[in-house]
């Protein structure tokens, strides 16, 4: 129980639900930090019952930190939005199908990865609002690199600990489908500590996923062998959290520590629309 709303956990490893709690009202400065004490805590919270408009979710999203701009929208069209639609459901209510070229590219959020770790700076965190949710499928999974990390053994934390990782967009999302020459062009790879650790509790993990391609000063197929290992470590069945949406439910959770992935769903059966905005990290992880 925290000062200002009731938390009920969902896993050993991550996640919980806040109640009593109304992000669309005037929040305290006390509930803003109880609420970054729980992200701190439970990596994944879930707000239930919540009716956002796209004005108050940015305006939540600005009492947690800068918004980060939409990398697609920017490096497409130049243009700053904060916002991203995840499902089949267009501005004007009609939907997408699976053949869609937009469809087969929001496939590439089904491999486990975590938000923006291609960016400099990478996200904070992210924030979810349903509005529509398929009655089969669509649900994301979430595992904690945090707890896998505590789970290695203190050699392998030895030789992870210093090691730079090489994170790169177009290496993860070119396995699904082409990335847009402009898109590509602004997002060039970067250098992120492949351990992390958390500026308030301490507590490390590795920072690994979809777009961690290699490791700086490494060979090739020891760097991957290496990521690879890391990865199948944090994921196994018995550590995954899985999330099944709810229309009126925000989400947010820690791209620092967390690693998710989408189950995929029938977009010519269903409709999907959720709505993303992020929160901006500090610094590079090379500075923290």
Known sequence: MMATFRIDALHNELGACLTGIDVCGTL??????????????YSFLVFPDQNLSDEAQLLFTRRLGEPEANHVRLGREGVIDYFGTIGNVQKDGTVIGNSHKQTKYLTGNNMWHSDSSFRQVPSYVSIMCAYEVPKEGGQTQYVSARSAYRRLRDKTKKTIDPLIAVHDYVFSRSKVAAVD?????????????????????????????????????WDETEARNLLDQLLDQATGSEHIYT??????QLIIWDNRCLLHRGTGYNADKYRRHMRQTRVAGGVSTLEE
């Open 243 to 248: 999330h099944d949406w709810a229309a009126g």
């Open 181 to 217: 020459p402009s898109h590509a062009a602004s997002l060039p790879p970067v250098q992120q500590k492949l351990v992390r650790r958390n500026p308030v509790t301490g507590e490390k993990n590795y920072y690994v996923g979809a777009h961690a391609k290699t490791i700086a000063g």
């Open 28 to 41: 305290t400065q006390m509930q803003i930090k109880d609420i970054k004490t729980a992200i701190d805590t």
